[in-house]
């Protein structure tokens, strides 16, 4: 597939970036790598303003919550799709594709399930709607949804056996004309204009009136009131918050996912070089133009920053690769292509990942495995500004994240990869303890800095049919280092720091394989509970395959945002 572009050299109101791939920082040629692309006022190797892709995929900053069932992940990670992000917490709730009003699937309430929150911002004294599609499976006694919980912060809407009590600005219920009907589904609208809040049914106002509500609150709950009591049992679609009084009168409700401002229309091109008359220089001509899968890590709207993982199928070592990114906001839409953390587009970006956090805000692993952490005794108050973009800060305490069984013993072959600042010199800690038990056949991999509680002395360890692989590097473990292990076959290690080989070999003995089920696995502490991290860690990946010392030297400049230059652009448009 070749590829044109409609004029010449591109300008500032082209809608499109050259991301120009530096041939000189790549010693081999790679395939199938994933490119940071980092976006701001400083991307790049020249420190690129990339900026005004914001303004023209502007997302309504007024959105405070979507929750679009699809984007609910296997592990019960719900995804808030307005640019916020909000940390959804999750008990029991599932989805479900045998109930579904929009899309795909519905989040499913079992009855003992419910979601809870904190909007951005609290809702105060503007015009807001709040809507979404109900379906209830039993009229029995249940909080559908709820905004704040005291006096006049308090509104809430409950089920009382078909009935429904209003809470409006009160912990009193105004019980209106109106009723649900079990199994089936009906559009839910409160919207409030100046000092007036209404309810609709349908589209069809239900009740109207003056509002004391002050919504001085941030806090929010689904399926009940902050999780206490009356739990619903039905399910919900298409969850909105957004700081508009969207409808003033009756209307008819729509069965569409609701635009956010869609970031899915982002177009991410590989140019092959042997298919531009510009640069018409040697490359893999097996490897054709094409659109590239990415993964959106993160979209800050606000601040104008955001963190791309484009899958690039082919990089030369010998002439710079380019990749064209289109931001226009009339092109189609590409959800084929592009997804956030957890959607299958963005998962094909790892495809040869046993596991990948970013720690960009929760414990997400973005591959298909689902490899999702536990936070324990963290929140959104741990993520920190980190190298490129944010990472997870750790107590040294009592924070650290736990690992589901990554199963990954019978390949005898993997790639470990960790970014992490200490704020402690002395004190020895964990950054990543994968596969501990108590057995001492069992495969074990650490990381570890201030080993022996020496200052600065870094231990890459693997532990293979008990015998162990080590190999310690003294270096500043205060700045932002990149520490990579390979482990190869018959469980020989190499160590690398910053994108550089340490040192020889480390030669091991055996295949790596399990004797035990039970593996611990933990970020920021030891399996056995001491040696807590205290700093910052980000980007944290687990790979099925080998990754060469080149590979790895790339991926440590790509990772700094040092291996790319951007340049505006036209669109190029693939051709059959």
Same mark, same amino acid.
């Given at each position: 597939?070749?590829?044109?572009?409609?004029?010449?050299?591109?300008?500032?109101?082209?809608?499109?970036?050259?991301?120009?791939?530096?041939?000189?920082?790549?010693?081999? &040629?790679?395939?199938?790598?994933?490119?940071?692309?980092?976006?701001?006022?400083?991307?790049?190797?020249?420190?690129?303003?990339?900026?005004?892709?914001?303004?023209?995929?502007?997302? *309504?900053?007024?959105?405070?919550?979507?929750?679009?069932?699809? +984007?609910?992940?296997? =592990?019960?990670?719900?995804?808030?799709?307005?640019?916020?992000?909000?940390?959804?917490?999750?008990?029991?709730?599932? %989805?479900?594709?045998?109930?579904?009003?929009?899309?795909?699937?519905?989040?499913?309430?079992?009855?003992?399930?419910?979601?809870?929150?904190?909007?951005?911002?609290?809702?105060? #004294?503007?015009?807001?709607?709040?809507?979404?599609?109900?379906?209830?499976?039993?009229?029995?006694?249940?909080?559908?949804?709820?905004?704040?919980?005291?006096?006049?912060?308090?509104?809430?809407? +409950?089920?009382?056996?078909?009935?429904?009590? @209003?809470?409006?600005?009160?912990?009193?219920?105004?019980?209106?004309?109106?009723? @649900?009907?079990?199994?089936?589904?009906?559009?839910? $609208? !409160?919207?409030?204009?100046?000092?007036?809040?209404?309810?609709?049914?349908?589209?069809?106002?239900?009740?109207?009136?003056?509002?004391?509500?002050?919504?001085?609150?941030?806090?929010?709950?689904?399926?009940?009131?902050?999780?206490?009591?009356?739990?619903?049992?039905?399910?919900?679609?298409?969850?909105? !918050?957004?700081?508009?009084?969207?409808?003033?009168?009756?209307?008819?409700?729509?069965?569409?996912?609701?635009?956010?401002?869609?970031?899915? !229309?982002?177009?991410?091109?590989?140019?092959?070089?042997?298919?531009? $008359?510009?640069?018409?220089?040697?490359?893999?001509?097996?490897?054709?133009?094409?659109?590239?899968?990415?993964?959106?890590?993160?979209?800050?709207?606000?601040?104008?920053?955001?963190?791309?993982?484009?899958?690039?199928?082919?990089?030369?070592?010998?002439?710079?690769?380019?990749?064209?990114?289109?931001?226009?906001?009339?092109?189609?839409?590409?959800?084929? =292509?592009?997804?956030?953390?957890?959607?299958?587009?963005?998962?094909?970006?790892?495809?040869?990942? @046993?596991?990948?956090?970013?720690?960009?805000?929760?414990?997400?692993?973005?591959?298909?495995?689902?490899?999702?952490?536990?936070?324990?005794?963290? &929140?959104?108050?741990?993520?920190?500004?980190?190298?490129?973009?944010?990472?997870?800060?750790?107590?040294?305490?009592?924070?650290?994240?736990?690992?589901?069984?990554?199963?990954?013993?019978?390949?005898?072959?993997?790639?470990?990869?960790?970014?992490?600042?200490?704020?402690?010199?002395?004190? +020895?800690?964990?950054?990543?303890?994968?596969?501990?038990?108590?057995?001492?056949?069992?495969?074990?991999?650490?990381?570890?800095?201030?080993?022996? *509680?020496?200052?600065?002395?870094?231990?890459?360890?693997?532990?293979?049919?008990?015998?162990? +692989?080590?190999? =310690?590097?003294?270096?500043?473990?205060?700045?932002?280092?990149? @520490?990579?292990?390979?482990?190869?076959?018959?469980?020989?290690? #190499?160590?690398?720091? *910053?994108?550089?080989?340490?040192?020889?070999?480390?030669?091991?003995?055996?295949?790596?394989?399990?004797?035990? &089920?039970?593996?611990? *696995?933990?970020?920021?502490? %030891?399996?056995?509970?001491?040696?807590?991290?205290?700093?910052?860690?980000?980007?944290?990946?687990?790979?099925?395959?080998?990754?060469?010392?080149?590979?790895? $030297?790339?991926?440590?400049?790509?990772?700094?945002?040092?291996?790319?230059?951007?340049?505006? $652009?036209?669109?190029?448009?693939?051709?059959?």
């Amino acid at each position: 597939m070749a590829v044109t572009r409609a004029s010449g050299l591109g300008s500032a109101d082209k809608n499109a970036f050259n991301i120009t791939i530096d041939h000189t920082k790549v010693v081999e &040629d790679l395939y199938d790598f994933p490119l940071l692309v980092n976006l701001g006022a400083d991307s790049g190797i020249d420190g690129f303003d990339s900026t005004n892709i914001f303004s023209e995929l502007v997302i *309504n900053p007024n959105l405070l919550l979507m929750l679009a069932s699809d +984007q609910l992940i296997s =592990n019960g990670i719900i995804v808030d799709s307005s640019i916020y992000n909000t940390d959804i917490s999750n008990t029991n709730t599932v %989805h479900s594709q045998v109930v579904k009003k929009i899309g795909e699937s519905s989040l499913l309430f079992n009855g003992n399930s419910h979601l809870s929150g904190n909007l951005h911002t609290a809702l105060g #004294d503007d015009d807001f709607t709040i809507d979404f599609w109900y379906y209830p499976e039993s009229n029995a006694n249940h909080i559908i949804m709820s905004v704040g919980s005291t006096g006049t912060n308090r509104l809430a809407l +409950q089920n009382y056996n078909g009935s429904i009590y @209003f809470y409006n600005g009160s912990l009193s219920y105004t019980s209106l004309s109106a009723g @649900f009907v079990a199994y089936t589904w009906v559009h839910v $609208a !409160i919207v409030r204009s100046g000092s007036n809040i209404k309810v609709y049914l349908d589209g069809i106002e239900v009740h109207s009136t003056v509002t004391p509500f002050t919504g001085n609150e941030t806090n929010i709950g689904i399926g009940s009131s902050g999780g206490a009591v009356a739990f619903l049992q039905g399910n919900i679609d298409e969850f909105r !918050i957004i700081k508009e009084a969207v409808w003033l009168s009756d209307f008819t409700p729509e069965v569409v996912h609701y635009t956010t401002g869609s970031l899915k !229309i982002l177009n991410a091109v590989y140019i092959n070089p042997a298919d531009t $008359a510009s640069n018409p220089m040697p490359s893999d001509t097996t490897i054709y133009s094409r659109q590239c899968k990415v993964e959106i890590d993160r979209w800050d709207q606000v601040n104008q920053q955001a963190q791309l993982w484009v899958k690039v199928p082919y990089i030369s070592k010998d002439v710079d690769t380019i990749i064209n990114l289109s931001f226009d906001s009339g092109n189609d839409d590409n959800s084929d =292509n592009i997804g956030e953390t957890g959607e299958v587009p963005a998962q094909a970006v790892w495809e040869d990942y @046993f596991g990948v956090w970013h720690q960009s805000f929760d414990g997400a692993d973005s591959t298909i495995n689902a490899n999702h952490g536990t936070l324990i005794n963290m &929140d959104d108050s741990n993520i920190v500004d980190f190298g490129v973009g944010k990472g997870l800060s750790f107590n040294g305490i009592d924070e650290s994240i736990t690992l589901p069984d990554l199963n990954h013993g019978s390949l005898n072959q993997f790639s470990l990869s960790v970014t992490a600042m200490s704020n402690d010199i002395t004190m +020895q800690a964990s950054v990543v303890d994968l596969n501990n038990s108590t057995e001492t056949s069992d495969p074990n991999v650490q990381v570890n800095i201030n080993q022996g *509680n020496v200052s600065n002395e870094i231990m890459y360890y693997t532990r293979h049919n008990a015998t162990n +692989q080590q190999h =310690n590097e003294n270096s500043d473990v205060t700045v932002s280092n990149t @520490f990579d292990l390979v482990s190869t076959e018959n469980s020989d290690m #190499d160590a690398f720091l *910053n994108g550089q080989d340490l040192s020889s070999v480390e030669v091991g003995v055996g295949d790596y394989v399990y004797s035990n &089920d039970t593996l611990e *696995n933990k970020i920021g502490v %030891h399996r056995l509970g001491a040696g807590f991290f205290e700093g910052n860690i980000k980007e944290i990946r687990l790979s099925k395959a080998i990754k060469s010392a080149s590979y790895i $030297a790339t991926n440590y400049e790509s990772t700094q945002d040092s291996l790319v230059t951007f340049s505006y $652009a036209d669109v190029y448009e693939l051709n059959p």
